[in-house]
């Protein structure tokens, strides 16, 4: 699985666009980008992915750039309950695990 | 949650006792995995099962054993806990073909 760079951390006024940024330079073709979520201690949650069209959810929206190194989710209008680890991971689809990383750790300000 | 249970929620243990986490999951999900989380390093990967009976390893899985008896169930065992196996463990499941995976919410385990 293809290695990602995350900021460890970022600020968001509430209301406000959040913009997670995510580098993936070594992503290959049949690679996947996957983003979670994990709130204070709860276990990770699902939130969106896509191989290489933008995607949209009713959570977020996933951009990824033409050449697929780097994506970024978005978060609309950001609340006080979105403040959490964001965890970008690229991946095989069938493949066995999800390497975590350390994520990027938003906060979301009232 | 796919309907994820994980117990005991809380635990503490001495050193040197045999431990279980169980994992029971409700939607008929082949695949279900342990992880284990700690400051500074986000969740790795012990053990994962791809049916019943059918186990392999992961990035951390020394001092762990699994077992896969019926889909629903997946035991994580320390044989014998160490100081060091102090974490928080999630257990997760995956439908077959996609990767889109759910968690439990999480059993505290502390090692004395």
């Known amino acids: 699985d293809a290695k990602t760079t995350q900021p460890p951390s970022m600020d968001c006024a509430e209301g406000r666009a959040a913009n997670l940024p995510c580098n993936h330079s070594?992503?290959?073709?049949?690679?996947?980008v996957y983003w979670y979520r994990q709130i204070h201690s709860q276990g990770p949650q699902y939130i969106i992915h896509?191989?290489?069209n933008n995607e949209t959810n009713e959570m977020a929206s996933l951009i990824i750039t033409e050449d697929r190194k780097s994506s970024t989710l978005i978060l609309p209008h950001a609340t006080l309950r979105d403040t959490a680890v964001y965890y970008c991971i690229v991946r095989v689809t069938g493949a066995n695990n999800l390497f975590f990383g350390t994520g990027t750790r938003l906060t979301v300000i009232p | 949650d796919a309907g994820i249970t994980q117990s005991p929620r809380h635990k503490v243990t001495e050193t040197g006792t045999p431990v279980t986490l169980r994992c029971h999951q409700t939607e008929n999900h082949r695949y279900m995995y342990w992880y284990r989380q700690d400051p500074g390093h986000g969740l790795r990967l012990i053990h994962y099962?791809?049916?019943?009976?059918?186990?392999d390893k992961g990035e951390v899985s020394d001092g762990y054993s699994v077992s896969r008896s019926k889909t629903e169930d997946f035991l994580l065992t320390l044989e014998s806990a160490t100081s060091s196996q102090t974490s928080v463990y999630f257990c997760?499941?995956?439908?077959?073909?996609?990767?889109?995976?759910?968690f439990g919410q999480g059993t505290r385990l502390t090692v004395v």
């Open positions: 896509g191989l290489k």
């Open positions: 099962s791809y049916g019943v009976k059918d186990t």
């Open positions: 997760a499941t995956s439908p077959q073909g996609t990767t889109e995976a759910f």
């Open positions: 070594t992503i290959s073709g049949n690679e996947y």
